[in-house]
């Protein structure tokens, strides 16, 4: 824990603290200042709503990367899983598997995929980055050539037709009597899961000690292994559950979908102020790097720029991010 | 321990990282000659030289920065070898040097300059290099498809008569395989035992005095170089400029680097190790194509290559002897940096 200059608690000693939040947060009003002076209709209840649906596709999905970062992993498996259970539900659904149960066994699948994920990148020391790109693409593969097996129903460039429930695309619609899409809601009931998880619970806290520090972890008696089986597992449903929501919100299974959450969700661990190298951070820093992604996409698409240069762009800014969040220590430092 | 063994055991355990890509490389060949006989004419084998050659060249790119650890993966290569590919058709080539000197002096010079803005990244700012490249790869990406939305333009004509696998001995083997004699030499030269030096276990390098900074900038070196020459024979393959091909190369290259044996801890790799990688992943590719899978043949290759990859790390991990427990020991012997603490 850092204390201020002065050691007295103060709105000094709580900045120097909280200078991630404080900083990222500062961002966000920012940005929300610039948007809504240069976009027309940024305040708009339409695009409000629509805007927090996007941010909860994304909130949801950095869930599981916030936790991978937390313990020193990156999970690069997310947008193929995410990819994968959005066709592979709409090819369950089709083959007359009811909606429900459908969806229970395209999270309990994402989730070993995700356990394995964890178990061998922890058995390879931590090379969690190389695991997850091998495990992702075989598993987005093998997806698409089994719904592709069905005759006419297949898999053609990628997409797949089928009738989705009506009560999975409502779920993901902004344009609700309620006036908010019940997805914002499940993310944000998932957000105090998450934090409760992080701040009060022994797993949680156990998770920043590995982070910190694998091996005093390990001699307390915190099980490397299984704290990365979990996480890793736990990234494999949230990236599920995305893929689910946005089949409901798109209406019709695309197995690229998520291509764009394999930056976005890493952007928004760093931009929150989560370290890369572990131990710091917190899912609700990822929430306001969310909520700034979200923002700044808007804004973006409000100068009508391509997705290929808001790729360009995001991935510039993010370079003095890094610069902050993710330096390791010299190693004179370590001798 | 050593003194004791005879030499020929002594040599295997040596070379113990080639295990998993020589028999890799039997097994698929004998799959070849059983479906795929057309490999063994003398066009199937043009075919396979101005194939692999692209891959070959990105697998010896990412090689060094393998070698610089720790966790020296380096993903910007497919965009990296894409941007470089439009730079020359759509660049270099108009303004009317599109000689064979002209092209590969400016494709080298600018896979370095990209390597080079990286490394010292990583090197100054100590920042991961996986999340640098991470986030080249995407500036890239996105970069090519704003300057060419679509394919076009083409490539210099000898480039693209290279391309056209009109014969097995032709520029585009001499190309690689000079590539390779200059990695050998490379690889004996006091600079690239500082790298493994380095690689292995930063620290130790640091208390030996080897220049932390300038040496994994240099390794950069080492990569940009190889780079750009991958993104050449890339050009004559494709033989015009295109946006999007070039990405999965990042997945084939560090597919290829993992089964030829390097150790993503770093200071492990081989440039015979990366090169029959790469040959193997184009060996998977091809006799994959043999088989009839229609409009799912893309989808096979993806499954096979991540499935491939995932193999050779566990199985890498086994033959190599990690420890099954306690990893987080090899992570303090320098692989990520560890706290002080024990």
Not at chain 2, 102 to 129: C, P, Q, Y
Request: hydrophobic content about 55%; some cysteine.
């Amino acid at each position: 824990m850092h204390v201020g200059a002065t050691g007295q608690p103060g709105l000094g000693a709580f900045l120097t603290e909280h200078w991630s939040a404080a900083m990222a947060a500062a961002v966000l009003v920012a940005l929300i200042g610039f948007g809504a002076a240069t976009i027309d209709g940024f305040w708009s209840p339409l695009n409000l709503r629509s805007n927090l649906v996007f941010a909860s596709f994304l909130g949801i999905a950095t869930i599981g990367q916030t936790l991978c970062a937390l313990i020193g992993g990156l999970d690069l498996s997310i947008p193929f899983v995410l990819g994968a259970a959005n066709v592979g539900l709409v090819k369950l659904i089709n083959q007359g598997v009811p909606s429900g149960f459908g969806i229970v066994i395209v999270l309990a699948l994402a989730g070993l995929i995700g356990a394995f994920n964890g178990a061998v990148s922890h058995r390879l020391r931590g090379q969690s980055l190389v695991v997850t790109l091998g495990v992702g693409n075989a598993v987005l593969g093998l997806v698409q050539i089994l719904v592709s097996s069905g005759g006419v129903s297949g898999i053609s460039g990628g997409t797949i037709e089928g009738k989705i429930p009506q009560w999975i695309e409502r779920f993901s619609s902004f344009k609700q009597s309620i006036g908010i899409a019940p997805a914002v809601i499940l993310w944000a009931a998932l957000i105090v899961l998450t934090v409760l998880l992080l701040r009060r619970t022994w797993f949680g806290r156990s998770l920043y000690a590995l982070g910190g520090n694998p091996i005093a972890a390990e001699r307390v008696l915190i099980s490397s292994r299984w704290s990365w089986t979990l996480v890793f597992g736990a990234s494999g449903v949230t990236a599920a559950l995305t893929g689910i929501l946005l089949l409901g919100y798109t209406g019709s299974g695309y197995a690229g979908v998520g291509d764009p959450y394999l930056f976005t969700t890493i952007a928004a661990v760093l931009i929150g102020g989560t370290s890369l190298v572990g131990g710091r951070g917190g899912y609700g820093l990822s929430v306001l790097g969310v909520l700034i992604l979200t923002v700044l996409q808007t804004i973006l698409s409000g100068f009508s720029l391509s997705q290929a240069a808001q790729e360009a762009i995001l991935g510039a800014l993010i370079i003095p991010t890094i610069a902050l969040y993710a330096r390791s220590p010299h190693p004179r430092l370590l001798i | 321990m050593p003194g004791n063994e005879r030499p020929a055991v002594r040599v295997l355990a040596e070379q113990r990282a080639l295990v998993t890509p020589v028999i890799l490389f039997g097994v698929l060949l004998i799959i070849s000659a059983w479906h795929g006989p057309h490999l063994f004419t003398s066009d199937g084998l043009a075919g396979a030289v101005i194939g692999a050659a692209p891959l070959v060249l990105a697998t010896l790119a990412i090689t060094p920065v393998a070698l610089a650890g720790p966790a020296g993966v380096d993903l910007s290569i497919g965009p990296a070898m894409t941007f470089i590919n439009i730079a020359v058709v759509l660049g270099l080539a108009p303004l009317g040097f599109s000689g064979p000197a002209a092209v590969f002096v400016f494709a080298i010079a600018l896979g370095v300059a990209l390597e080079v803005a990286m490394g010292t990244l990583i090197a100054v700012l100590r920042v991961s290099t996986v999340v640098v490249t991470l986030a080249v790869y995407l500036v890239l990406d996105g970069l090519n498809t704003v300057i060419l939305p679509q394919p076009g333009g083409t490539a210099p004509a000898w480039l693209a008569n290279w391309g056209s696998a009109s014969s097995v001995l032709s520029p585009i083997l001499y190309v690689p395989l000079a590539a390779f004699v200059l990695w050998t030499l490379l690889s004996r030269t006091t600079f690239f035992r500082n790298v493994r030096l380095m690689g292995a276990n930063d620290r130790t390098a640091f208390v030996s005095g080897v220049p932390l900074i300038p040496t994994r900038i240099g390794a950069h070196v080492i990569a940009g170089v190889f780079a750009g020459i991958a993104s050449v024979m890339f050009t004559g393959l494709i033989g015009s400029a295109d946006p999007t091909a070039g990405a999965s190369y990042t997945l084939s290259a560090v597919t290829a680097l993992v089964i030829g044996g390097a150790s993503l801890g770093g200071g492990r790799a081989k440039g015979l190790g990366s090169v029959l990688g790469a040959i193997d992943i184009w060996l998977i590719s091809y006799v994959l194509s043999t088989f009839n899978f229609g409009l799912n043949a893309s989808y096979w290759v993806q499954f096979a290559t991540g499935a491939v990859l995932v193999a050779a790390l566990v199985t890498g991990g086994i033959v190599t002897g990690l420890p099954a427990r306690g990893w987080w020991r090899g992570r303090q012997r320098g692989m990520v940096p560890a706290r002080p603490g024990r």
